[in-house]
T-cell receptor, first 114, second 112 residues
């Protein structure tokens, strides 16, 4: 069964600190992995997307890594800001019936405190 | 460029009532999706469409119907609302290359 598991479920950090969110997946056949940011009351917005051959990708203070062998990904946030408070969702795509089926993790809820 | 627009944003229904959620996208995307998001769970696919006039069932289709009469619109209908359908509903669209899904702002539905 295709599954995406994220940890921790929630996290509180102080402004300016770094943090790392984890994503483990069992999805086949793997197409790509994306991290989305979802602010409260809003729809998810894409942060990064990585294919099988990519190990790391950055988007400003966000850096995502992918280990296709262990089927693990992480999202590292550097020098956190209050605006980083949101849910971060790991989404893995599987090729199914000619289109990319999206399998969503439950998300990590991050709270950045001053 | 509005992207993906959902209407309404909020709705309260009584058990047994019906309603239609509207999703509109202006990016000329082929693929459109309806998801529901419940606390502690990932987004779950209800129905999707790979083109105008075509629809298919997703992971949790029971109690819902959809229509894609125009490429830019994807409608989600609740035939007879039940409290278990209380959720936040998201519409999304993506290009035929399916490299990124763009989401609407969500519709918070409460069934009492």
């Amino acid at each position: 069964k295709n599954q995406v598991e994220q940890s921790p479920q929630s996290l509180i950090i102080l402004e300016g600190k770094n943090c790392t969110l984890q994503c483990n997946y069992t999805v086949s056949p793997f197409s790509n992995l994306r991290w989305y940011k979802q602010d409260t009351g809003r729809g998810p917005v894409s942060l990064t997307i990585m294919t099988f051959s990519e190990n790391t990708k950055s988007n400003g203070r966000y850096t995502a890594t992918l280990d296709a062998d262990t089927k693990q990904s992480s999202l590292h946030i550097t020098a956190s800001q209050l605006s980083d408070s949101a849910s971060y969702i790991c989404v893995v795509s599987a090729l199914a019936g000619g289109y990319n089926k999206l399998i969503f993790g439950a998300g990590t809820r991050l709270a950045v405190h001053p | 460029n509005a992207g993906v627009t959902q209407t309404p944003k909020f709705r309260v229904l009584k058990t047994g009532q019906s309603m239609t959620l509207l999703c509109a996208q202006d990016m000329n995307h082929e693929y459109m999706y309806w998801y529901r998001q419940d606390p502690g769970m990932g987004l779950r696919l209800i129905h999707y469409s790979v083109g105008e006039g075509t629809t298919a069932k997703g992971e949790v289709p029971d109690g819902y119907n959809v229509s894609r009469l125009k490429k830019q619109n994807f409608l989600l209908g609740l035939e007879s609302a039940a409290p278990s359908q209380t959720s936040v509903y998201f519409c999304a669209s993506s290009s035929i290359l399916n490299t990124e899904a763009f989401f609407g702002q969500g519709t918070r539905l409460t069934v009492v």
